[in-house]
């Protein structure tokens, strides 16, 4: 790769950049380390990328259970660095994200404007806008809290998002607030990084003289970065690329041989052996000066020797870029075949790369050399072109519309929160107002529900006492049947096995066939006898299953006593699968009051012939209750409900049941009640 031409100038800067923010946010995680004892940072740095990403995961995990302090804040950024370095940007961009609402939470305006950084970082590479927007918005508050290094290296962020989207002027005028905010910064890196994209952008603008001049001053930061002891091999690396950056512009000028001395000098078997893809870089950018000064001597095997070290080492946009400098160099050699078959091969490069800038210069040096194809190349040429500019018109005044929006909005919100606190305090009064009539409504409903609970008291004493009364006629009726029982036993059975003991012992000696015949008659004697007992015991067994069903027996009684009072006829049926013993007092005497209030409101009102209450198990917990007459009936919608049916409904849903009415003018009515037992 060469950044003699327009393409190699992002690369070099695309690096600049990233060792910028790794040593940025390197000396931030440093700091913080020394005051968070939770984060391993010696053992971190020895495991590998896998085990590292496994750590955080299980730190961020373990987070979720702390307290919101400042403390759980710094290792969430902390967590979203180390992801972004791991290049995991999703979780990188989660775990800023949840830094940011935590701040928030806070109002920690410092770290809300660092996690809107790193959210910025994490938009970088797929939403240029999005990034912008971040950038912004940590901008605003690094200005209020009066961090102007950090504010400084927000607006060369937005530089470099403006840089590579192409709005050169715009990204300018960031990097001129950018570089006054940094005139007295002690981040030399930072002040080199945003020079050098400046030297950059000036280059775009065909500011050839100006763009040297930062170059230059770039240059003299990197003397300051070597005084301060910084990393050796870094300090090279810069050194390296700001030389290259002004080469290309010597080259722009046409001072091939400025450049040609520049370069000269940095293809070293050092160079060679640690950084190969710099030595490329190099190669490749002095055989193009050499080229372009008509120097040809060994230019070709300085194009293929970088070729063939970028092929091997995978980075096919390196590859594209030598091939159309070799392909350009063949056609100066007037060497048709092989500059259309490189050029060839680049263009297919760049098609799969979706570089434009790069398919447009492949395509101009194509149309000079395939005479056949010329005018396939120049439509190529023009309908890219057209796009490009089509795309650039459309975004040209984006970002200073994120700008303007961003202040609009913030303006609104201003007036918005005026608008909020009149609202809050109609609010509260509307509150206080609410709450009082609340207050006087519950009181209301506690007074009702008292006297409800008064009132089932009294019913519940009421049926305790018609189930004591009921008690007491079981235990008369089975006193009664014991005493049937021992007289049947004693004057029936025991006197007739007496009788055939008797006759039997008197038999036993003889043995004729008559007196066989006589034995005979008493052993049948004694199996009637045995049935005689088995009946009795059957009918023991009847009383003691209605012993078992007192309340159920209650219910009956209550229903047959109708059928004495008036000419309607009274039936009864219950769910064999039913026991009441399952069911609580409390909804045994709703269901004994409900029947009551009925049966009394078809006496006086129905006329009725027949009157069916059934009681059945819908589910297993499910108790449906349904009384139904042939009688008169009414129309539900028109007619005035009685008192009858209030206290129906008022005692059903006071167990949370369901209450239904259907009734039809002539066509009887049907009650149903629900209860979820």
């Known amino acids: 790769m060469r950044f003699k031409s327009k393409i190699y100038i992002p690369i070099l800067l695309l690096t600049a950049v990233i060792l910028l923010v790794f040593y940025n946010r390197r000396i931030e995680l440093k700091i913080r380390n020394q005051n968070q004892n939770t ?26 259970y702390q307290k919101n302090d400042s403390a759980v804040r710094n290792l969430y950024l902390k967590a979203g660095e180390e992801y972004y370095y791991l290049n995991n940007i999703k979780k990188s961009h989660s775990s800023s994200l949840t830094a940011l609402k935590l701040s928030r939470e806070e109002n920690d305006s410092s770290r809300i404007a660092k996690s809107l950084y790193f959210i910025g970082d994490c938009y970088e590479s797929t939403q240029k806008d999005s990034a912008y927007y971040f950038y912004l918005q940590a901008q605003k508050i690094y200005q209020k809290i009066h961090d102007y290094s950090k504010l400084g290296q927000m607006y060369f962020n937005k530089a470099y998002v403006l840089f590579y989207d192409g709005n050169y002027v715009e990204c300018e005028v960031e990097l001129t607030k950018g570089l006054e905010y940094l005139k007295d910064s002690n981040n030399i890196k930072l002040l080199y990084s945003c020079n050098t994209l400046m030297g ?5 603008l065909f500011m050839y003289d100006q763009a040297l001049k930062y170059h230059q001053l770039a240059l003299r930061n990197l003397k300051a970065m070597k005084k301060n002891n910084t990393d050796s091999d870094e300090v090279n690396n810069f050194n390296i690329s700001s030389v290259i950056n002004i080469c290309n512009l010597y080259d722009l000028k046409g001072d091939y041989s400025k450049s040609i001395m ?7 078997k050092d160079l060679r052996k640690n950084w190969p893809r710099f030595y490329a870089i190099v190669l490749s950018n002095l055989a193009y000066s050499k080229m372009k000064n008509k120097e040809y001597k060994n230019v070709e095997s300085m194009f293929l020797e970088s070729l063939k070290i970028v092929d091997s080492l995978g980075y096919t946009s390196d590859v594209m870029y030598k091939k159309i400098h070799l392909g350009e160099f063949y056609l100066t050699q007037k060497d048709s075949l092989k500059s259309l078959k490189t050029l060839q091969e680049a263009y297919r490069v760049s098609i799969k790369l979706k570089n434009t800038n790069e398919t447009l210069n492949t395509l101009k040096l194509l149309t000079r050399i395939d005479s056949r194809k010329r005018l396939f190349y120049a439509n190529q040429y023009i309908a890219i072109s057209d796009s490009i500019n089509s795309i650039q018109s459309r975004t040209k005044n984006k970002y200073a519309r994120i700008e303007y929006e961003t202040v609009k909005v913030e303006d609104e919100n201003k007036v918005l929160t005026k608008k909020n606190f009149y609202i809050l305090i109609f609010s509260f009064a509307l509150f206080l107002a609410l709450s009082a009539i609340s ?31 009921q008690q007491n006629k079981i235990n008369a009726a089975k006193e009664e049947e014991k005493n049937k029982i021992a007289k049947e036993l004693h004057d029936g059975v025991m006197n007739k096995v007496y009788g055939v003991r008797m006759n039997l012992g008197f038999f036993n000696s003889k043995t004729d066939e008559k007196t066989i015949e006589k034995r005979k008659q008493y052993i049948f004697e004694l199996q009637n006898i045995e049935n005689e007992i088995r009946t009795i015991s059957h009918d023991l067994n009847q009383d003691s299953f209605l012993e078992s069903n007192d309340f159920n027996t209650l219910l009956s009684n209550l229903i047959k006593s109708q059928n004495e009072i008036s000419k309607t006829e009274f039936n ?12 609580q007092n409390i909804y045994k005497i709703n269901f004994y009051r409900i029947i009551q209030e009925a049966l009394l409101n078809i006496h006086k009102y129905a006329k009725a012939l027949k009157v069916d209450v059934k009681i059945d198990l819908i589910d297993k917990d499910v108790l449906q209750l349904s009384i139904i007459d042939d009688g008169a009936g009414f129309d539900i919608n028109t007619a005035k409900r009685g008192i009858g049916l209030s206290n129906i409904k008022e005692r059903t849903n006071s167990l949370k049941g369901n209450f239904e009415v259907k009734s039809k003018p002539g066509e009887g009515t049907e009650i149903i009640v629900t209860f979820t037992i």
């Open 39 to 64: 984060f391993d940072t010696e053992y971190f740095n020895k495991i590998s990328g896998t085990e590292k990403e496994r750590y955080l995961d299980s730190l961020v995990s373990d987070l979720k």
């Open 200 to 204: 950059n952008c000036l280059e775009k």
């Open 262 to 268: 520049e370069l000269k000098p940095l293809l070293t």
């Open 439 to 469: 207050v006087a409504i519950y009181l209301k409903y506690k007074n009702k529900e008292l006297r409800f609970v008064k009132q089932q008291q009294s019913d519940s004493d009421e049926i305790y006492q018609l189930l004591s009364e």
């Open 572 to 583: 009864y049926f219950v769910d064999e699968r039913f026991e009441w013993e399952q069911v």
